[in-house]
């Protein structure tokens, strides 16, 4: 069983920067497709960036050119740097992870919160 943990949330006006973090727990961690998804009140969640175990990555369009995904095996960790932030990245953020490199992820955070102030 993984455990995630996300931290790094808050509030910030626009055009300012976070770096969300993701500490897992409960497996082993440089096998695991990681991925950030994120849920606006009233909205679906969606997908925000993954990072493959192999260190691959890719972005939603929304996000890509201002977000970087990374990950530190050694630590456990993932993490995204979100610059360049707009109001409409206001959302709750959660940390994913799944043993596939394809298909629904298994295991997810509590979320944390960003908010963007314009």
């Known amino acids: 069983q993984v455990q995630l943990e996300e931290s790094g949330g808050g509030l910030v006006q626009a055009g300012g920067s976070l770096r969300l973090s993701c500490a897992a727990s409960?497996?082993?961690?440089?096998?695991?497709?990681m991925g950030w998804f994120r849920q606006a009140p009233g909205k679906e969640r969606e997908f925000v960036s993954r990072i493959s175990w192999l260190g691959t990555s890719d972005y939603a369009t929304s996000v890509k050119g201002r977000f970087t995904i990374s990950r530190d095996n050694a630590k456990n960790m993932l993490n995204l740097q979100m610059n360049s932030l707009k109001p409409e990245d206001t959302a709750v953020y959660y940390c994913?992870?799944?043993?596939?490199?394809?298909?629904?992820?298994?295991?997810w955070g509590q979320g944390t919160q960003v908010t963007v102030s314009s």
């Open positions: 409960g497996g082993t961690f440089s096998s695991l497709d």
């Open positions: 994913a992870a799944r043993r596939a490199s394809v298909g629904q992820y298994d295991y």
